[in-house]
Each structure stands twice: as C-alpha cells, then as structure tokens.
C-alpha cells in the first residue's frame, strides 16, 4: 500500500463507517513500532504503521480508532481515550482499543497511559511511573497492563 493508496483508504472507510469526510493527510511513519496509528492533534493528520496492513480487519481497526479521536476532536467533543464519547465511539464504529502485538513482538512488555492526554507508552522494562511524566504533555503516567 503507497501513502497515496492509504490516503484513498482512509477517506473512504471515514465516509463509509462514519459518514463524515477526512479532509486531512494520512500517511505511514516508519518510526513507529508498537502502535498501529496516531493522531496529531494539532495539524489533524494521521500516522499509520505500514507494518499493520496486511492484517486487513486489524488495520481497519486501527484506522477507525483514529478516526474516533480525529473526529471527535474536530467537533469539539471527548476526543482521548479516556473520555466517555471516545469510548462510545470505539464501541459504536468498531475501533480497536489496543494495537495488537505484531508477530515478533510478543516479548512481553509493559504499557503505561497518561492521565492527562491518554498517550499510551509502552516499555520492556517495568519502570515506577512515580518517576516519569508523559512526553507530549508533562501529565502523570500510570500503569496500565503488561
Ligand atoms: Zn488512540
Ligand atoms: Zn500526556
């Protein structure tokens, strides 16, 4: 799939599934790892990992919760993942919570959320989050699930 091809795919699956047009930029990102996609609240694209793809029910899920925070947020509403409209949403349009472990990915490790912005982390190493806050917005983190 080429970024143009992704971008096709986004636009559709958003008409189709939420029946609201993505005007934004989709594209992959080689650098993420553990996470299937991310959403960029301030020039609204999203970010996708190639690596997902040939998992077809798999990327659409991750697409639709990306889009669950991209639309959610442009119409003002609970747009993090622990908001309550986020969650409705997920359920509603059939959005994964999580990005499953890719093959190979199956070391266990531990994942942590942000209070504040809902990021989620993900590490090998089990750390006090006591002593961390979140990259993106300095909130507290907590632990999640190994
Ligand atoms: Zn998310
Ligand atoms: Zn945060």
Redesign the pocket.
């Known amino acids: 799939m080429t970024n143009e091809q992704l971008q096709q795919y986004v636009e559709q699956l958003s008409l189709d599934v939420f029946a609201l047009p993505f005007r934004h930029k989709a594209v992959f990102n080689g650098r993420l790892r553990t ?1 299937g ?3 960029f609240l301030t020039d609204h694209h999203l970010d996708f990992n190639r690596r997902y793809v040939t998992d077809a029910k798999t990327f659409r899920g991750i697409v639709i ?2 889009l ?2 991209y639309h959610l947020h442009l119409a003002g509403r609970g747009h ?2 622990q908001d309550q409209d ?1 969650k409705d949403w997920l359920m509603k349009y059939g959005g994964l919570r999580y990005s499953p472990r890719l093959v190979g990915d199956e070391k266990k490790s531990h994942q942590y959320e942000c209070h504040k912005c ?3 982390y993900r590490r090998k190493r089990k750390m006090n989050p006591e002593k961390y806050r979140c990259g993106k917005c300095r909130g507290k983190i907590f632990y999640k699930s190994s």
């Open positions: 996470t996609g991310r959403y919760h990306e669950c925070h993090r993942h986020f809902g990021t989620l």
